[in-house]
């Protein structure tokens, strides 16, 4: 008798235990899965805007709508030097959009990896940008050549230049894109097309875009780099609206990059003004 109760007993405590633990299992899973949520979350308004908001393609109908604009008194006041004339744009999120890549982070629960970014571009899938290629086969017809000095890597150039051949970008050859061969600052690239050619116009959807003047400044010192120059964009530099990623957020105050969200919402919190 004695030994049925204590058998009992047993078979109870580790039933017991093993609840236990499969509640705190659970318990870790839901906090994960709260932690994915929170990245997910961060990810959805601005990828929903680029793709479903007709604000957006307003914006940058009207920044290309600015660049064309601008072109002829650019190409009338170009150095007479005898270089002919460039413009020199970035890709992504400036002519190509990207959001579906955005849409499969949220899809997939997962952060950004150059393998998924990788799986992405070899897709060369990615549309244009509303207003980019009438703008820049506008700029072919006066004389003006594009360089597409871009972020991707070296093994993603044939793919890209496919790519925007496909949307009717001109001048979609490796002699016109430059992408990454080691550090991302892209001046040694502008150089390189400088050499050459006389750049009339920049077009982006970060400010490094435009000048490494930028590059590494934080947020305060961004915007006095932005008034200093203010009259340049809207004329020769024309900036793109990207709400999904870019350089601002690394300028924060207190945000460290390649830390985990919830590791920098502090950091983001910090920096809203409210009244």
């Given at each position: 008798?004695?030994?049925?109760?204590?058998?009992?007993?047993?078979?109870?405590?580790?039933?017991?235990?093993?609840?236990?633990?499969?509640?705190?299992?659970?318990?870790?899973?839901?906090?994960?899965?709260?932690?994915?949520?929170?990245?997910?979350?961060?990810l959805l308004m601005p990828t929903l805007f680029h793709q479903k908001a007709a604000e957006m393609s307003a914006l940058t109908i009207q920044a290309y709508n600015s660049a064309a604009n601008s072109l002829d008194e650019l190409i009338r006041t170009a150095p007479e030097n005898g270089k002919p004339l460039a413009i020199v744009t970035d890709v992504d999120e400036t002519v190509l959009d990207n959001s579906p890549f955005e849409a499969k982070l949220i899809e997939l629960n997962e952060e950004y990896t150059?393998?998924?970014?990788?799986?992405?571009?070899?897709?060369?899938?990615?549309?244009?940008?509303?207003?980019a290629v009438?703008?820049?086969?506008?700029?072919?017809?006066?004389?003006?050549?594009?360089?597409?000095?871009?972020?991707?890597?070296?093994h993603l150039e044939d793919v890209t230049v496919q790519n925007l051949k496909k949307e009717g970008f001109?001048?979609?050859?490796?002699?016109?894109?430059?992408?990454?061969?080691?550090?991302?600052?892209?001046?040694?690239?502008?150089?390189e097309v400088a050499k050459d050619y006389n750049i009339i116009m920049y077009c982006g959807?970060?400010?490094?875009?435009?000048?490494?003047?930028?590059?590494?400044?934080?947020?305060?010192?961004?915007?006095n780099l932005v008034d200093s120059l203010k009259a340049e964009f809207g004329r020769s530099f024309i900036v793109l609206p990207n709400v999904m990623y870019g350089d601002w957020i690394k300028s924060l105050e207190g945000?460290?990059?390649?830390?985990?969200?919830?590791?920098?919402?502090?950091?983001?919190?910090?920096?809203?003004?409210?009244y």
């Amino acid at each position: 008798m004695k030994r049925n109760l204590l058998l009992k007993g047993l078979i109870v405590a580790f039933i017991g235990f093993v609840l236990v633990y499969l509640h705190k299992d659970c318990l870790k899973e839901e906090g994960d899965s709260k932690n994915q949520k929170v990245y997910n979350e961060k990810l959805l308004m601005p990828t929903l805007f680029h793709q479903k908001a007709a604000e957006m393609s307003a914006l940058t109908i009207q920044a290309y709508n600015s660049a064309a604009n601008s072109l002829d008194e650019l190409i009338r006041t170009a150095p007479e030097n005898g270089k002919p004339l460039a413009i020199v744009t970035d890709v992504d999120e400036t002519v190509l959009d990207n959001s579906p890549f955005e849409a499969k982070l949220i899809e997939l629960n997962e952060e950004y990896t150059s393998e998924l970014w990788d799986d992405w571009c070899l897709q060369g899938s990615a549309k244009a940008i509303s207003g980019a290629v009438d703008f820049f086969n506008l700029a072919k017809e006066k004389g003006v050549k594009t360089f597409y000095i871009t972020n991707r890597k070296s093994h993603l150039e044939d793919v890209t230049v496919q790519n925007l051949k496909k949307e009717g970008f001109p001048f979609a050859n490796a002699d016109h894109v430059f992408p990454r061969e080691g550090v991302s600052n892209k001046e040694s690239r502008r150089q390189e097309v400088a050499k050459d050619y006389n750049i009339i116009m920049y077009c982006g959807d970060v400010l490094p875009d435009f000048s490494d003047k930028f590059e590494g400044l934080k947020s305060e010192h961004r915007y006095n780099l932005v008034d200093s120059l203010k009259a340049e964009f809207g004329r020769s530099f024309i900036v793109l609206p990207n709400v999904m990623y870019g350089d601002w957020i690394k300028s924060l105050e207190g945000f460290v990059v390649g830390a985990a969200h919830e590791e920098n919402k502090e950091a983001m919190l910090n920096n809203i003004s409210s009244y």
